[in-house]
């Protein structure tokens, strides 16, 4: 049986480029960050396997490292699942995006290049296309592509790796999120972090980024608080 309703968008641009290992941890761990494993949701190991296509081998070194991440718990009697957000996980993440986030920005912007805001911006367009269609795995890929791509520009990799696991924490909540708001009533402060980054006005910046996070977790915040999580991501 397929668990996973969705396979990685990006599985097919992967494939024949990377070692099967690393491959197969990228699939699964795109799976959690999207979403397609919701909170709480326990699935077999030999379930993974038969999803993502992969031998026993890569899977069970793929979750290994997805619960050194903290994005995977194990369960017991071969299964495994994705942690349940907690109020208090929410303020710390909240906290830590802020900090990071912030100044993985400012070393951004000193660095790129107007061609460089170009590309942000054909993310951010895609990402528009999808609100409008009501895509909700478009969205969070290209939301995550987006601030992927602004971070990478601050050539800061011990911060970049510390965001991504970050987002592993959160991302399936988001999805959750996007289910129960939709994703035309998701907050996107892309189009200020943009213009900010045109007129090089670095407190600007730091004021969209840090808003664009607060927005997207008090909505976190507010579905836990209504206690609606759950094991359905659409």
């Known amino acids: 049986m397929n668990l996973i309703k969705n396979?990685?968008?990006?599985?097919?641009?992967?494939?024949?480029?990377?070692?099967?290992h690393e491959r197969v941890y990228e699939n699964l761990r795109d799976l959690i960050l999207f979403g397609e494993l919701a909170p709480g949701q326990a699935?077999?190991?030999?379930?993974?396997?038969d999803s993502l296509g992969a031998g026993m081998t890569p899977v069970r070194e793929a979750?290994?490292?997805?619960?050194?991440?903290?994005?995977?718990?194990?369960?017991?009697?071969?299964r495994v699942s994705v942690p349940q957000l907690r109020h208090g996980?929410?303020?710390e993440l909240i906290f830590l995006r802020k900090s990071v986030e912030s100044e993985l920005t400012r070393r951004a912007a000193e660095r790129m290049t107007s061609a460089d805001i170009d590309k942000l911006e054909a993310i951010d367009t895609t990402l528009d296309a999808s609100i409008e269609a009501g895509d909700v795995v478009g969205y969070l890929a290209h939301n995550y592509a987006f601030h992927t791509m602004l971070y990478g520009y601050a050539d800061a990799p011990i911060m970049h790796d510390l965001v991504g696991r970050l987002w592993?924490?959160?991302?399936?909540?988001?999805?959750?999120?996007?289910?129960?708001?939709?994703?035309e009533n998701l907050p996107d402060r892309h189009k200020d972090v943009l213009a900010a980054l045109r007129k090089k006005d670095t407190e600007a910046l730091v004021k969209a980024i840090v808003q664009d996070i607060e927005q997207g977790m008090d909505l976190m915040s507010e579905m836990l608080g209504k206690g609606v999580e759950d094991t359905d991501p659409d």
Do not use: W, Y
């Open 89 to 91: 996980d929410v303020e």
């Open 7 to 20: 396979k990685s968008k990006f599985s097919a641009e992967r494939a024949g480029k990377q070692p099967a």
């Open 43 to 49: 699935v077999t190991i030999q379930g993974l396997t």
């Open 168 to 183: 592993l924490r959160f991302g399936p909540s988001l999805r959750v999120v996007c289910g129960r708001f939709g994703t």
């Open 63 to 78: 979750i290994r490292r997805l619960i050194s991440d903290g994005a995977l718990v194990f369960q017991g009697n071969r």
